[in-house]
Protein backbone atom coordinates (compact mmCIF):
# COMPACT_ATOMS: atom_id res chain seq x y z
CA UNK A 1 0.00 0.00 0.00
CA UNK A 2 3.00 2.61 1.09
CA UNK A 3 4.39 3.77 -1.86
CA UNK A 4 7.48 4.56 -0.29
CA UNK A 5 10.28 2.11 -1.43
CA UNK A 6 11.91 1.80 1.47
CA UNK A 7 14.31 -1.57 2.06
CA UNK A 8 16.14 -3.43 4.44
CA UNK A 9 18.53 -5.62 4.33
CA UNK A 10 20.79 -7.14 6.67
CA UNK A 11 24.43 -5.56 5.45
CA UNK A 12 27.61 -7.74 6.33
CA UNK A 13 30.16 -6.23 8.08
CA UNK A 14 32.38 -4.72 5.96
CA UNK A 15 36.05 -4.68 7.05
CA UNK A 16 34.97 -4.38 10.69
CA UNK A 17 33.98 -0.75 9.90
CA UNK A 18 30.56 -0.99 11.65
CA UNK A 19 31.91 -4.04 14.39
CA UNK A 20 30.36 -3.85 17.60
CA UNK A 21 30.93 -6.15 20.45
CA UNK A 22 29.89 -9.51 19.01
CA UNK A 23 26.74 -11.52 20.67
CA UNK A 24 28.29 -13.12 23.93
CA UNK A 25 31.42 -11.16 24.21
CA UNK A 26 30.20 -10.52 27.45
CA UNK A 27 29.25 -14.10 28.41
CA UNK A 28 29.12 -14.93 31.72
CA UNK A 29 28.80 -11.91 33.36
CA UNK A 30 25.50 -11.85 34.55
CA UNK A 31 24.78 -12.03 38.34
CA UNK A 32 28.28 -11.08 38.87
CA UNK A 33 28.86 -7.92 40.58
CA UNK A 34 32.00 -5.83 42.37
CA UNK A 35 35.22 -7.15 41.87
CA UNK A 36 34.42 -10.44 40.83
CA UNK A 37 32.70 -8.79 37.83
CA UNK A 38 35.91 -6.82 37.33
CA UNK A 39 37.92 -9.80 36.99
CA UNK A 40 35.29 -11.55 34.63
CA UNK A 41 35.94 -8.41 32.37
CA UNK A 42 39.74 -8.86 32.65
CA UNK A 43 39.57 -12.03 31.51
CA UNK A 44 37.34 -10.98 28.74
CA UNK A 45 38.93 -8.42 26.97
CA UNK A 46 42.48 -9.59 28.01
CA UNK A 47 41.28 -12.41 25.27
CA UNK A 48 42.20 -11.05 21.80
CA UNK A 49 44.30 -8.32 22.74
CA UNK A 50 46.42 -7.82 19.76
CA UNK A 51 49.56 -6.52 20.51
CA UNK A 52 50.10 -4.23 17.58
CA UNK A 53 53.04 -2.69 18.81
CA UNK A 54 54.19 0.87 19.07
CA UNK A 55 54.75 2.20 15.80
CA UNK A 56 51.27 1.13 14.36
CA UNK A 57 49.43 3.54 16.60
CA UNK A 58 49.79 6.26 13.97
CA UNK A 59 47.79 3.68 11.69
CA UNK A 60 45.30 3.08 14.33
CA UNK A 61 44.46 6.38 15.31
CA UNK A 62 43.54 7.39 11.49
CA UNK A 63 40.39 4.92 12.63
CA UNK A 64 40.02 5.59 16.14
CA UNK A 65 40.47 9.60 16.14
CA UNK A 66 38.70 11.35 12.86
CA UNK A 67 37.24 14.09 14.03
CA UNK A 68 33.57 13.33 13.11
CA UNK A 69 32.20 15.50 15.64
CA UNK A 70 33.44 19.08 16.12
CA UNK A 71 35.10 20.04 12.99
CA UNK A 72 34.02 16.76 11.62
CA UNK A 73 36.93 17.10 8.66
CA UNK A 74 38.41 14.14 8.63
CA UNK A 75 41.40 15.51 10.82
CA UNK A 76 42.47 14.07 14.26
CA UNK A 77 40.52 14.59 16.95
CA UNK A 78 42.62 15.62 20.00
CA UNK A 79 41.01 15.65 23.83
CA UNK A 80 44.07 18.02 24.81
CA UNK A 81 43.49 20.09 22.02
CA UNK A 82 39.92 20.31 20.22
CA UNK A 83 37.45 23.13 21.30
CA UNK A 84 34.25 22.10 21.32
CA UNK A 85 32.70 25.40 20.61
CA UNK A 86 35.61 27.04 18.75
CA UNK A 87 38.02 26.36 15.91
CA UNK A 88 41.88 25.22 16.78
CA UNK A 89 44.47 24.28 15.21
CA UNK A 90 44.56 21.31 13.03
CA UNK A 91 46.51 17.53 12.93
CA UNK A 92 46.49 15.44 9.60
CA UNK A 93 46.13 11.72 10.46
CA UNK A 94 48.04 11.22 7.08
CA UNK A 95 51.28 13.69 7.39
CA UNK A 96 54.08 12.15 9.08
CA UNK A 97 55.38 15.77 9.50
CA UNK A 98 52.50 16.38 12.05
CA UNK A 99 53.94 13.49 14.18
CA UNK A 100 56.05 14.45 16.73
CA UNK A 101 59.21 15.04 16.72
CA UNK A 102 60.34 17.85 18.21
CA UNK A 103 57.81 20.67 19.59
CA UNK A 104 58.11 24.41 21.44
CA UNK A 105 54.27 25.18 21.06
CA UNK A 106 51.02 23.76 21.02
CA UNK A 107 50.14 22.97 17.31
CA UNK A 108 53.89 21.98 16.24
CA UNK A 109 52.88 18.47 16.42
CA UNK A 110 51.09 15.46 18.21
CA UNK A 111 52.49 12.47 19.99
CA UNK A 112 51.39 9.15 21.55
CA UNK A 113 49.60 10.07 25.35
CA UNK A 114 50.02 7.45 27.97
CA UNK A 115 46.60 8.45 30.02
CA UNK A 116 47.81 5.88 32.91
CA UNK A 117 51.93 7.23 32.81
CA UNK A 118 53.98 4.33 30.88
CA UNK A 119 56.41 4.91 34.10
CA UNK A 120 54.54 3.26 36.16
CA UNK A 121 54.94 0.15 34.15
CA UNK A 122 58.62 0.48 32.99
CA UNK A 123 57.26 1.27 29.27
CA UNK A 124 56.53 -2.51 28.82
CA UNK A 125 54.53 -4.10 26.41
CA UNK A 126 51.46 -4.54 25.62
CA UNK A 127 50.35 -1.36 28.06
CA UNK A 128 52.58 1.02 25.32
CA UNK A 129 50.96 0.26 22.87
CA UNK A 130 47.55 -0.50 23.91
CA UNK A 131 45.06 2.08 21.58
CA UNK A 132 42.58 2.01 24.30
CA UNK A 133 44.42 4.04 27.16
CA UNK A 134 46.97 5.54 24.48
CA UNK A 135 45.59 8.16 22.80
CA UNK A 136 47.52 10.63 20.13
CA UNK A 137 47.22 14.66 22.01
CA UNK A 138 49.51 17.61 21.09
CA UNK A 139 53.09 16.99 22.11
CA UNK A 140 53.58 20.34 24.06
CA UNK A 141 50.16 20.02 26.13
CA UNK A 142 51.56 16.06 26.89
CA UNK A 143 55.03 17.64 27.61
CA UNK A 144 53.57 19.74 30.39
CA UNK A 145 51.27 16.94 32.01
CA UNK A 146 54.41 14.56 31.83
CA UNK A 147 53.39 11.55 34.40
CA UNK A 148 51.21 13.28 36.87
CA UNK A 149 47.41 12.70 37.47
CA UNK A 150 44.15 13.36 36.55
CA UNK A 151 42.70 15.42 38.90
CA UNK A 152 40.58 18.81 39.66
CA UNK A 153 42.70 22.74 39.34
CA UNK A 154 41.27 25.60 40.66
CA UNK A 155 44.62 27.49 40.72
CA UNK A 156 46.16 26.73 37.21
CA UNK A 157 49.92 27.41 36.98
CA UNK A 158 49.44 26.20 33.08
CA UNK A 159 46.42 26.34 30.95
CA UNK A 160 46.53 25.08 27.30
CA UNK A 161 44.63 26.83 24.57
CA UNK A 162 41.64 24.65 24.92
CA UNK A 163 41.58 24.99 28.68
CA UNK A 164 42.91 21.82 29.72
CA UNK A 165 44.74 22.60 33.16
CA UNK A 166 47.74 21.82 35.60
CA UNK A 167 47.69 22.80 39.28
CA UNK A 168 47.67 21.70 42.58
CA UNK A 169 44.63 19.45 43.16
CA UNK A 170 41.74 20.10 44.73
CA UNK A 171 39.82 17.47 44.62
CA UNK A 172 40.20 16.31 47.83
CA UNK A 173 42.60 12.66 48.84
CA UNK A 174 45.45 14.37 47.00
CA UNK A 175 47.69 17.74 47.52
CA UNK A 176 49.80 17.04 44.50
CA UNK A 177 49.82 18.91 40.96
CA UNK A 178 47.16 17.54 38.94
CA UNK A 179 45.93 17.87 35.36
CA UNK A 180 42.65 18.50 34.59
CA UNK A 181 40.96 17.51 30.78
CA UNK A 182 38.08 19.96 29.68
CA UNK A 183 34.69 19.20 30.92
CA UNK A 184 33.62 17.88 27.62
CA UNK A 185 36.16 15.00 27.67
CA UNK A 186 36.37 14.30 31.53
CA UNK A 187 33.85 11.21 31.18
CA UNK A 188 36.14 10.30 28.45
CA UNK A 189 39.06 9.74 30.57
CA UNK A 190 37.62 8.51 33.36
CA UNK A 191 36.33 5.50 31.23
CA UNK A 192 39.92 5.27 30.04
CA UNK A 193 41.45 4.99 33.37
CA UNK A 194 38.47 1.99 34.59
CA UNK A 195 39.80 0.23 31.52
CA UNK A 196 43.03 0.31 32.08
CA UNK A 197 42.95 -0.67 35.62
CA UNK A 198 40.81 -3.90 34.71
CA UNK A 199 42.52 -4.69 31.69
CA UNK A 200 45.50 -4.64 33.58
CA UNK A 201 45.08 -6.13 37.26
CA UNK A 202 46.93 -8.78 37.11
CA UNK A 203 50.20 -6.72 36.57
CA UNK A 204 48.98 -3.89 38.54
CA UNK A 205 50.62 -5.17 42.23
CA UNK A 206 53.99 -5.20 40.25
CA UNK A 207 53.38 -1.88 38.59
CA UNK A 208 55.06 1.66 39.96
CA UNK A 209 51.68 3.30 41.78
CA UNK A 210 52.53 7.27 41.18
CA UNK A 211 49.73 8.49 43.28
CA UNK A 212 47.51 6.77 40.77
CA UNK A 213 47.32 2.81 41.13
CA UNK A 214 46.72 1.31 44.72
CA UNK A 215 49.23 -1.83 44.09
CA UNK A 216 45.66 -4.17 44.33
CA UNK A 217 43.82 -6.40 41.75
CA UNK A 218 40.31 -5.73 43.29
CA UNK A 219 40.25 -1.86 43.59
CA UNK A 220 43.63 -1.57 41.85
CA UNK A 221 43.26 2.80 41.68
CA UNK A 222 43.78 4.87 44.71
CA UNK A 223 40.82 5.59 46.44
CA UNK A 224 40.93 9.61 45.91
CA UNK A 225 40.91 8.28 41.88
CA UNK A 226 37.99 6.23 42.28
CA UNK A 227 35.82 9.49 43.98
CA UNK A 228 36.90 11.68 41.20
CA UNK A 229 36.86 9.05 37.95
CA UNK A 230 33.45 8.06 39.34
CA UNK A 231 32.28 11.68 39.73
CA UNK A 232 33.01 12.43 35.84
CA UNK A 233 31.56 9.23 34.63
CA UNK A 234 28.48 10.64 36.19
CA UNK A 235 29.01 14.33 34.83
CA UNK A 236 29.99 13.11 31.32
CA UNK A 237 28.17 10.29 30.07
CA UNK A 238 29.65 7.85 27.39
CA UNK A 239 29.18 9.58 23.85
CA UNK A 240 28.76 8.82 20.19
CA UNK A 241 32.83 9.26 19.65
CA UNK A 242 33.47 7.36 22.84
CA UNK A 243 31.27 4.01 21.08
CA UNK A 244 32.64 4.68 17.70
CA UNK A 245 36.01 4.70 19.09
CA UNK A 246 35.73 1.55 21.11
CA UNK A 247 34.57 -0.09 17.50
CA UNK A 248 37.44 0.97 15.83
CA UNK A 249 40.09 -0.44 18.83
CA UNK A 250 38.17 -3.18 18.55
CA UNK A 251 38.79 -3.80 15.06
CA UNK A 252 42.04 -2.35 15.69
CA UNK A 253 43.54 -4.57 18.09
CA UNK A 254 40.38 -7.10 19.04
CA UNK A 255 39.29 -5.82 22.71
CA UNK A 256 36.92 -3.57 23.56
CA UNK A 257 36.41 -1.40 26.73
CA UNK A 258 33.53 -2.61 28.29
CA UNK A 259 32.82 0.61 30.44
CA UNK A 260 31.83 1.82 27.17
CA UNK A 261 29.71 -0.65 26.41
CA UNK A 262 27.78 -0.81 29.69
CA UNK A 263 28.37 2.02 31.74
CA UNK A 264 26.46 0.78 34.37
CA UNK A 265 29.46 -1.30 35.17
CA UNK A 266 31.36 1.53 36.68
CA UNK A 267 29.31 1.73 39.10
CA UNK A 268 28.82 -2.02 40.10
CA UNK A 269 32.49 -2.38 40.15
CA UNK A 270 33.57 0.88 42.18
CA UNK A 271 30.49 2.16 44.03
CA UNK A 272 28.28 -0.84 44.53
CA UNK A 273 25.91 0.33 42.79
CA UNK A 274 23.57 0.23 39.26
CA UNK A 275 24.26 -4.01 39.12
CA UNK A 276 21.35 -4.56 37.92
CA UNK A 277 21.94 -2.90 34.76
CA UNK A 278 22.07 -3.53 31.68
CA UNK A 279 21.08 -7.13 31.80
CA UNK A 280 18.23 -6.57 34.83
CA UNK A 281 15.00 -8.36 33.93
CA UNK A 282 13.22 -6.68 36.81
CA UNK A 283 10.01 -4.62 35.56
CA UNK A 284 11.24 -0.88 33.92
CA UNK A 285 12.20 1.36 36.30
CA UNK A 286 14.40 4.63 35.00
CA UNK A 287 17.73 3.03 34.72
CA UNK A 288 16.10 -0.32 32.78
CA UNK A 289 14.67 2.37 30.17
CA UNK A 290 17.94 4.00 29.94
CA UNK A 291 19.96 0.95 29.45
CA UNK A 292 16.82 -0.60 27.03
CA UNK A 293 17.39 3.17 25.02
CA UNK A 294 20.97 2.54 24.95
CA UNK A 295 20.86 -1.24 23.60
CA UNK A 296 20.03 0.47 20.25
CA UNK A 297 22.32 2.55 17.80
CA UNK A 298 20.44 4.46 14.89
CA UNK A 299 24.14 6.02 13.01
CA UNK A 300 24.19 8.10 10.72
CA UNK A 301 21.76 10.58 11.79
CA UNK A 302 21.23 13.23 10.29
CA UNK A 303 20.86 10.34 7.17
CA UNK A 304 20.36 10.96 3.04
CA UNK A 305 19.90 7.67 1.79
CA UNK A 306 20.36 5.02 4.53
CA UNK A 307 20.96 4.54 8.07
CA UNK A 308 21.57 1.54 10.12
CA UNK A 309 20.55 0.08 13.66
CA UNK A 310 23.15 -1.40 16.20
CA UNK A 311 21.90 -3.76 18.47
CA UNK A 312 24.05 -4.60 21.40
CA UNK A 313 23.98 -8.20 22.53
CA UNK A 314 21.67 -8.13 25.44
CA UNK A 315 18.97 -7.24 23.28
CA UNK A 316 16.88 -8.76 20.04
CA UNK A 317 15.21 -6.81 17.25
CA UNK A 318 11.90 -7.82 16.43
CA UNK A 319 10.55 -4.89 13.98
CA UNK A 320 10.26 -1.26 13.13
CA UNK A 321 8.75 1.19 11.51
CA UNK A 322 9.07 4.97 10.52
CA UNK A 323 6.19 7.67 11.93
CA UNK A 324 6.22 11.18 10.29
CA UNK A 325 6.20 14.19 12.11
CA UNK A 326 2.36 14.43 11.31
CA UNK A 327 1.75 10.64 12.70
CA UNK A 328 1.82 8.64 9.57
CA UNK A 329 3.45 5.77 9.44
CA UNK A 330 5.33 5.43 6.34
CA UNK A 331 7.16 2.18 6.53
CA UNK A 332 6.53 -0.92 8.86
CA UNK A 333 8.77 -4.37 8.42
CA UNK A 334 9.28 -7.12 10.93
CA UNK A 335 12.00 -9.91 9.95
CA UNK A 336 14.39 -12.37 11.78
CA UNK A 337 17.29 -10.09 12.33
CA UNK A 338 20.86 -10.78 13.27
CA UNK A 339 21.95 -9.17 16.00
CA UNK A 340 25.58 -9.21 14.95
CA UNK A 341 24.94 -7.45 11.72
CA UNK A 342 23.65 -3.81 11.70
CA UNK A 343 20.03 -3.62 9.81
CA UNK A 344 20.62 -1.37 6.97
CA UNK A 345 17.04 1.02 6.51
CA UNK A 346 16.66 2.77 3.09
CA UNK A 347 15.10 6.13 3.03
CA UNK A 348 16.00 7.75 0.02
CA UNK A 349 12.39 8.07 -0.98
CA UNK A 350 11.54 10.05 1.88
CA UNK A 351 11.22 13.77 2.26
CA UNK A 352 13.42 16.06 4.30
CA UNK A 353 12.62 16.14 7.95
CA UNK A 354 12.14 14.83 10.75
CA UNK A 355 10.98 11.14 11.54
CA UNK A 356 10.43 8.96 14.55
CA UNK A 357 11.68 5.62 13.92
CA UNK A 358 10.07 3.22 16.33
CA UNK A 359 12.13 -0.30 16.88
CA UNK A 360 10.58 -2.92 18.25
CA UNK A 361 12.81 -5.32 20.75
CA UNK A 362 12.49 -8.72 22.77
CA UNK A 363 12.62 -6.27 26.16
CA UNK A 364 10.22 -3.26 24.57
CA UNK A 365 9.98 -0.60 22.36
CA UNK A 366 12.54 2.05 21.62
CA UNK A 367 12.00 5.30 19.84
CA UNK A 368 14.97 7.40 18.33
CA UNK A 369 14.42 10.56 16.13
CA UNK A 370 15.79 10.08 12.63
CA UNK A 371 16.65 13.47 10.96
CA UNK A 372 16.59 12.67 7.05
CA UNK A 373 18.36 15.63 4.85
CA1 LIG B 1 36.78 22.55 17.41
CA1 LIG C 1 32.58 13.32 26.92
Avoid at 181 to 187: A, L
Avoid at 243 to 248: G, V, Y
Avoid at 291 to 306: E, F, G, H, K, V
Wanted: net charge negative; proline share 5%.
Amino acid sequence: MTKFLLSISLAALSLGAFAQAPSGYYTDTAGLTGYALKTRLHNIIKTGHNDRGYSQLYEGYKTTDKDRYYENDGTLLDLYSEKPNGTEYSYSLTATSDRCGNYANEGDCFNREHTVPQSLFNSASPMKNDILFVIPTDGKVNGQRGNIPYGKVSAPNWTSTNGTKRGPNVSGGYSGTVFEPIDEFKGDFARTVFYFATRYQDKIPNFSQGNILDGTSSRSLQQWQVDLFLEWHHQDPVSQREIDRNNAAYTYQGNRNPFVDHPAWVDCIWAGQNCGSPVDTTPPTAIHKIALQNSIDLYPNPASSSFQIYVKEHNKMTGLSIIAIDGRQVYSESNTYNNQEPVTVTIQSLNTGMYFVHIYTEQGTIVKKLFKQ
